[in-house]
C-alpha cells in the first residue's frame, strides 16, 4: 500500500492501540515523550504489544518534553542530541518513517530573544537530530505552529525555508491543518511547497487548542476538500488525526469515514497510483 493510500492516528497510551485497529486505522503514532519516558521492560512490553496488531508504527509527534531545548534560554545541543539517540534508538525497533518536530514549549522564546541566534540553534538542533533518526532511516520533519502553541516557526513558508536552507535528505516538513487554519493558511496553495513537505496532520478541537479531536459534524466538507486540495497539488504521502483525547471509536470512526471517502476519490481520479 502506497503512503497516500495511509490514513493514520495519533495515540496518547498504548491502550489507545485497540481502538485504532477497530476504526480501521492504516497506522498509528506515539508520542516521542512517551516512548524515552519507558523504562526498557515497559518499552519491551509496548514494543510486542504492536506486533500483536496489523497497524504501522508509522511515524512519531509530540517529540520531546519541554525541557529538551530547540532553541532559546537553556538550548544544549550534548543534550538534545543524547535524546535524540535514545528516541531513534526505540522509533527504528518500532518501524517508525517519520517524527514530527513540534513539541511548542521547546522553542518558545522570550521576549527580545536574539532570532537570528535562535534561527542558528534550531538548525543545529535539527542537524544533530537528523542525524541520529538518519542511523534507522527516518526522516525528521519540522512543524510549523500556531502561534497559540509557540511564537517560533508560525507559518508554512517559514518552516519550508528552513528545510530548503538546511539541504539534507532526511529534514522536511511536516504540515497540520488545524494549525494552519489558526494562521489563516488552512486553505494555502501549497504546490510550490511540495518537495518539502513528507507528512500531514489535521483535526478539530472540543473548544481549546489543548484538546485538539476527531473532526467536528459540520466540518466535514472543509476537511474532505483540504485533503482532496491537498493531494490534487501533489502530495504523496499520509494524512494523521493528530488528538490530544484517547480514541474514542464512535468519533474516530466517523472521521476515518471523512478521510477514507477522500482517499477513494483519489483512487478513482488516479490521484494515486
Known amino acids: 500500500m502506497k503512503d497516500e493510500n495511509l ?17 480501521g486505522f492504516d497506522y498509528v503514532e506515539f508520542m516521542g515523550k512517551y516512548l524515552v519516558s519507558l523504562s526498557e521492560q ?6 510486542k504489544q504492536t506486533e500483536s496488531y496489523p497497524l504501522k508504527v508509522y511515524a512519531l509527534n509530540a517529540y520531546c518534553p519541554p525541557e529538551i531545548r530547540m532553541t532559546g534560554d537553556g538550548f544544549d545541543l550534548r543534550q538534545a542530541k543524547a535524546y535524540a539517540a535514545a528516541c531513534a534508538k526505540r522509533a527504528g525497533k518500532l518501524g517508525v518513517r517519520f517524527v514530527g518536530i513540534g513539541s511548542p514549549r521547546s522553542r518558545s522564546l522570550l521576549e527580545g530573544y536574539d532570532r537570528t541566534l535562535a534561527i542558528r540553534q534550531m538548525k543545529d538542533f535539527l542537524k544533530a537530530t537528523a542525524e541520529e533518526f538518519g542511523h534507522y532511516g ?5 512543524e510549523p505552529l500556531a502561534v497559540c502553541y509557540s511564537n517560533f516557526i508560525n507559518y508554512v513558508w517559514e518552516a519550508v525555508r528552513l528545510v ?4 539534507c535528505e532526511n529534514i522536511k516538513a511536516v504540515i497540520d491543518f488545524y494549525n494552519m487554519e489558526h494562521m489563516g493558511e488552512g486553505d494555502l496553495d ?6 518539502y513537505i513528507a507528512h500531514a496532520h489535521i483535526s478539530d478541537d472540543d473548544g481549546t487548542p489543548d484538546m485538539r479531536s476527531f473532526f467536528r459534524p459540520e466540518k466535514k466538507t472543509v476537511h474532505r476538500q483540504r485533503i482532496r486540495r ?3 497539488n501533489g502530495y504523496t504521502g499520509a494524512v ?3 488528538v490530544d483525547i484517547p480514541v474514542d471509536r464512535k ?9 477514507r471517502l477522500q482517499r477513494n476519490f483519489n483512487r478513482r481520479n488516479r490521484i494515486c497510483i
Open 7 to 23: 490514513c493514520g492516528c495519533t495515540l496518547l497510551r498504548m491502550e489507545d492501540m485497540e481502538n485504532a485497529f477497530l476504526c
Open 42 to 47: 515497559e518499552f519491551a512490553v509496548l514494543k
Open 138 to 142: 527516518i526522516t525528521v520533519c519540522v
Open 164 to 167: 530548503e536552507e538546511m539541504d
Open 190 to 195: 501549497l504546490r510550490k511547497w511540495m518537495p
Open 230 to 232: 491537498l493531494y490534487e
Open 240 to 242: 494523521s488525526v493528530e
Open 251 to 259: 468519533r474516530a470512526a466517523d472521521t476515518l469515514q471523512v478521510m
